[in-house]
C-alpha cells in the first residue's frame, strides 16, 4: 500500500513539473504587422498601459481563464505578478475608472480561435496549442 502512495505522488509531482516547464507562447494574427514583440511590449498591452501594437494598430489582449497554467506562468514571467496581484492590480485601476482589464477567453483553444479571427487581439497559449492560424510574437520558457 505505501509503495503504490508513493508511486501515485511521484506521478503526481511529474505530472505538476511537466505543466510548469511547458513554454507559453504570445500569439497573434498571422497578418499582424509586426513579427516579434519585447517582453515589455507585452506586459505593457496586459497591464493596460498601452493601447497599440509598435505598428500602431489597436491591441486588443485577451486572458485565459483564471486558474489555468498558462495564465499564472504568463502573469509571473511578463507581468511580474502572481494571480492575486494581477487580480488586485486590476481591481484598482477599474475602482480609479483608469483602466479595464483584459478578458477573460478561455482556454488555449478559445484563445487561439479569436486571435486567428481578429487581426487586433494578442494573447497566449501553451506553446504546443500553436498551428498555422496564429504567429508567435514571443515566447515565455
Known sequence: MKKCIR????????????????????IAHPSAGFDSLTEDDVARLFLG???????????VPVNQNEG???????NEAVCKKNANQYKAYWSQLVFTGKGTPPKDAG???????????????????????????????????
Open 107 to 141: 482556454d488555449d483553444a478559445a484563445v487561439k480561435a479569436l486571435i486567428a479571427a481578429n487581426p487586433n487581439m494578442i494573447g497566449y497559449v501553451d506553446a504546443g496549442a500553436v498551428d498555422a492560424t496564429v504567429k508567435v510574437v514571443f515566447k515565455i520558457p
Open 7 to 26: 508511486l501515485l505522488a511521484a506521478t503526481f509531482t511529474l505530472a505538476l513539473a511537466s505543466f510548469a516547464w511547458a513554454e507559453v507562447a504570445v
Open 49 to 59: 498601459k498601452s493601447k497599440s501594437f509598435p505598428s500602431g494598430a489597436q491591441a
Open 68 to 74: 489555468s497554467a498558462a495564465r499564472d506562468k504568463f
